[in-house]
């Protein structure tokens, strides 16, 4: 519940900045739906607090995918809904069980959107930072460290976007046209390991 407040802060503070990175390439309302989706993310959990934290991914995904337009809500919905499938009823989870929970997460968002790393989506976000991440915790990093890690990851592999051609979504229309800015899915996703990583106790950004 911590990591959709801090997510959910995030977005609304970087609302303009994401909306103005989506108005180059794309619908330019990432921002803007993005803040609503989170916005009633937070509201839904702090209406009907989940038992276990598998049920509250559940749930943001869920609502995500409600109250989010554009290919945003069912994209970062898979994200969440799987991911608390794969922690299931878990009272407790440990970080390596997080991370595997997200590679199911990331899993799904692959299957529907059929994209892969470079092809300037949230994709070539997600899939550094979760190798980051398991890297980490497989050579004996801190849960701090190893978190931590992940989402400057994350916030590199977002600014590497800028000069790739887009190959999925409406940016994808563009052509050479979509060279030269940051993903806004790659932003967001950005933000969304940022928040991850203080949640878990990670450095402040």
């Known amino acids: 519940m911590d990591w959709i407040e801090r997510t959910a802060s995030a977005v609304a503070a970087e609302k303009e900045r994401l909306t103005s990175l989506d108005a180059a390439i794309g619908d330019g309302?990432?921002?803007?739906?993005?803040?609503?989706?989170?916005?009633?993310?937070?509201a839904a959990l702090e209406a009907k607090p989940p038992e276990f934290p598998g049920a509250a991914l559940v749930?943001?995904?869920?609502?995500?995918?409600?109250?989010?337009?554009?290919?945003?809500?069912?994209?970062?919905?898979?994200?969440?809904?799987r991911t608390g499938k794969a922690l299931g009823e878990a009272e407790s989870?440990?970080?390596r069980e997080l991370a595997d929970a997200?590679?199911?997460?990331?899993?799904?968002?692959?299957?529907?959107?059929?994209a892969?790393?470079?092809d300037k989506t949230m994709v070539d976000v997600f899939v550094p930072a979760l190798d980051a991440l398991?890297?980490?915790?497989?050579?004996?990093?801190?849960?701090?460290?190893?978190?931590?890690?992940?989402?400057?990851?994350?916030?590199?592999?977002?600014?590497?976007?800028?000069?790739?051609?887009?190959?999925?979504?409406?940016?994808?229309y563009l052509g050479e046209r979509s060279e030269g800015h940051e993903d806004?899915?790659?932003?967001?996703?950005?933000?969304?390991?940022?928040a991850l990583a203080e949640s878990v106790g990670g450095r402040a950004r």
């Open 184 to 194: 806004p899915g790659a932003a967001s996703a950005a933000l969304l390991w940022r």
């Open 134 to 172: 398991l890297a980490g915790l497989a050579d004996g990093a801190s849960v701090d460290g190893a978190f931590g890690a992940a989402a400057d990851v994350a916030e590199s592999a977002a600014r590497s976007t800028i000069p790739l051609r887009a190959r999925k979504g409406r940016a994808s």
């Open 29 to 42: 309302d990432h921002g803007t739906n993005l803040d609503r989706g989170f916005t009633a993310a937070r």
């Open 102 to 114: 997200i590679a199911a997460g990331l899993a799904g968002v692959q299957k529907l959107g059929g």
């Open 59 to 81: 749930q943001v995904g869920t609502t995500l995918i409600s109250s989010v337009g554009g290919a945003s809500g069912p994209l970062y919905g898979t994200v969440f809904r």
């Open 93 to 95: 989870v440990s970080a």
């Open 116 to 118: 892969s790393v470079g």
